[in-house]
Antibody, heavy 120, light 106 residues
Framework: EVLLVQSGAEVSKPGESLKISCKASGYTFTNRWLGWVRQTPGKGLEWMGIIYPGDSDARYSPSFQGRVTMSADKFAATAYLQWISLNASDTAIYYC??????????????WGQGTVVTVS | DIQMTQSPSTLSASVGDRVTITCRASQSINRGLAWYQQKPGKAPSLLIYEASSLESGVPSRFSGRGSGTEFTLTISSLQPDDFATYYCHHYNYYSGAFGQGTRVDI
């Protein structure tokens, strides 16, 4: 079974750093683009960026460039999303999701269960 | 940045109705568009990719059309399980964006 399993809910204080994870199983992790999506009640779904785990090529939305870092450990089949300094506006649910096509970017067919991040 | 404008934001319908949701891109995105269904407390679920390709396992009452800047998602005969929120999603290798969502309710 193809799965993306995300790390558990986090509660952090403003200014703290945080790294959440997304572990893949059931497919070749290195040859599918993986995206990160933020969801807040006020702004719906927001595209944060994509990463190709095979070579860690990462592309960011201008809205998130410089605020977060995407990375991937191909040996652990795990992707990460990291903040150096959180603020209250980072409070949201964060999803990782896999491209429907091998090697080529497409819609996201497999989603993680979401990680709730609360900054307060 | 490419902006995606989805309409309507809310749609009231009945079981058996034909329902169409529209998504417009601020510039041409060729066919790089997907549609998702999301239910409360759950992750989105892929319905359509490449504007008109039906994801495996998705009922055939869902269909997508369009290219360039205008796209539609149609549910041919609304079923009770279809009451949910729907999002369009533009993707390419340098940018991406979601529409604001359309809530389909009774």
């Amino acid at each position: 079974e193809v799965l993306l399993v995300q790390s558990g809910a986090e509660v952090s204080k403003p200014g703290e750093s945080l790294k959440i994870s997304c572990k893949a199983s059931g497919y070749t992790f290195t040859n599918r683009w993986l995206g990160w999506v933020r969801q807040t009640p006020g702004k719906g779904l927001e595209w944060m960026g994509i990463i190709y785990p095979g070579d860690s090529d990462a592309r960011y939305s201008p809205s998130f460039q410089g605020r977060v870092t995407m990375s991937a450990d191909k040996f652990a089949a795990t992707a990460y999303l990291q903040w150096i300094s959180l603020n209250a506006s980072d409070t949201a649910i964060y999803y990782c999701a896999r491209s429907v096509f091998p090697s080529v970017l497409g819609g996201f067919d497999i989603w993680g269960q979401g990680t709730v991040v609360t900054v307060s | 940045d490419i902006q995606m404008t989805q309409s309507p934001s809310t749609l009231s319908a009945s079981v058996g109705d034909r329902v169409t949701i529209t998504c417009r891109a601020s510039q041409s995105i060729n066919r790089g568009l997907a549609w998702y269904q999301q239910k409360p407390g759950k992750a989105p679920s892929l319905l359509i990719y490449e504007a008109s390709s039906l994801e495996s396992g998705v009922p055939s009452r869902f269909s997508g059309r369009g290219s360039g800047t205008e796209f539609t998602l149609t549910i041919s005969s609304l079923q009770p399980d279809d009451f949910a929120t729907y999002y369009c999603h533009h993707y390419n290798y340098y940018s991406g964006a979601f529409g604001q969502g359309t809530r389909v309710d009774i």
